[in-house]
């Protein structure tokens, strides 16, 4: 175990800056969100999670995918480079660090690679932070996340008193904290207890309960309140949905792609104006269903992380947590 003094932080940032952008959580605007690290000497790790995931950084809310030009009848399309630069993740929770494995699922498997995701992924070290407190929404540990260590990250720091305590998880891992150099030294001390959650939901058998309540009468009752505002989806590490427009400038154009939101009646609307998805019953039951039915039918495991985020900050309180209890209760 190594550890670095607290005021020595910002020299390991700078280390790391040399060669990677780097990525810290910070205030912004009244909120903390992962910004880029450009110097500054007073650092926030120890704040709790960020409003927003760092999802953004793999997967960009816009992003241009390819750029056209017409010629008469000839028609050349010009591809996007895909990103080639470095980026070092600090203070990433253990719920975060699971939802990368999550998108990892969408993005990088099952016969489809998408090069914008990959080379993202692939350039990107994780040095993730243990939770020694949580807040009230926090719920990682029922869908079997230790919030003290994360999964499929390269380094693994937990605050101490005076400083951080560093363990390296993968040979990257190590790689960052041999540019250290005299700023770790070789420390005994034990790792704090992880903070537990004191919310807790039981997801034992949702999966199948689900199975047999597309058109159940409680996605009426629970969708009412629903104000269908996307907060939810924008706001989840695991949410993915995206559009694919173009823009069109006299001869030449390019197709980018953007954040999208099943809670939006466009999102499903088809070119006739058929719409499969007509109201928030529909709309919502599919979140519901795709969190806790449909991805863990495809890839093994819930796409819902526990973060809690959904639950802070939905206007009318729609709750994952109370839906999971309420499904598993009702009569089929």
């Not at 760092?54 to 010009?78: N, S």
């Not at 070290?125 to 807040?135: D, E």
Request: net charge neutral; aromatic share 10%; hydrophobic share 35%.
């Amino acid at each position: 175990m190594l550890k670095i003094a607290k005021d020595k932080l910002p020299e390991l940032l700078k280390a790391w800056a040399i060669n990677a952008a780097v990525f810290v959580p910070q205030e912004k605007g009244g909120t903390r969100v992962f910004q880029p690290w450009d110097g500054q000497p007073s650092l926030t790790l120890d704040g709790g999670n960020t409003l927003e995931p760092p999802k953004d950084l793999f997967f960009p809310r816009t992003e241009t995918m390819y750029r056209y030009e017409v010629q008469g009848k000839e028609a050349g399309v010009t591809e996007i480079p895909t990103f080639d630069g470095k980026m070092v993740l600090v203070g990433v929770r253990s719920c975060d660090a699971r939802s990368f494995l999550i998108m990892d699922d969408v993005f990088l498997t099952k016969g489809y690679v998408d090069e914008f995701y990959r080379r993202r992924r692939e350039n990107t070290r994780v040095v993730a932070l243990a939770c020694t407190q949580n807040a009230p929404t926090c719920f990682c540990t029922s869908f079997g996340i230790d919030p003290g260590r994360a999964e499929g990250v390269d380094v693994q720091m937990w605050p101490v008193a005076d400083g951080y305590l560093l363990e390296p998880i993968t040979a990257a891992g190590r790689e960052l904290l041999d540019q250290a150099g005299e700023l770790l030294t070789a420390t005994d001390t034990a790792p704090p207890p992880a903070a537990v959650p004191g919310l807790v939901v039981d997801v034992t058998g949702v999966t199948e309960k689900l199975q047999g309540m597309f058109e159940h009468p409680y996605w009426t009752a629970v969708s009412r309140k629903c104000l269908g505002c996307g907060a939810c989806t924008y706001l989840c590490p695991t949410c993915h949905c995206f559009d694919i427009q173009g823009e069109n400038r006299g001869n030449s154009g390019y197709k980018f792609r953007c954040w999208d939101s099943c809670m939006f009646s466009e999102y499903t609307r088809m070119a006739g104006g058929h719409n499969p998805r007509p109201s928030k019953k529909e709309r919502l039951r599919n979140r519901f269903l795709h969190k806790l039915q449909y991805f863990p039918e495809r890839y093994g495991k819930f796409a819902c992380v526990g973060c809690g985020r959904c639950l802070d900050r939905c206007p009318v309180n729609v709750d994952i947590t109370r839906v999971i209890r309420e499904v598993k209760e009702v009569a089929l």
